[in-house]
């Protein structure tokens, strides 16, 4: 399974480094896949929340337009919800290759 996703995660997106998710996200929807409660521990400065489990009902919200910078902890959901996307008829769609765990620019967290 696992060389699937790799596979096809490989046709359907492109898997940035942290110095290329940098340079584009400025003019990208970065998207965290993680649960709320990880979100609200931190995340990529100007991330919004679209847990995984709850993509296909939120991914209206995503516009077809702009590019799709997602993330979560590793890599495996985001390239599960590349492939979902794609399916969708979305076409820009860039992962994260560290995941989060391994981000090393700027965060945001909650105050409380």
Known sequence: MQIYLYLVGKRV???LTNDEFKQG?????IIDLREADSFKNGRIMGARN???????????GIRKDMPIYLYENG???ATRAAIQLHKSGFKDIYVLKTGFT???GKIKKNKY
């Open 75 to 77: 890599r495996t959901l």
């Open 25 to 29: 996200m400025r003019s990208a929807q």
């Open 13 to 15: 997106s492109k898997i």
């Open 50 to 60: 679209i847990p995984y489990s709850q993509l296909s009902i939120l991914k209206s």
């Open 102 to 104: 391994n981000w090393d």
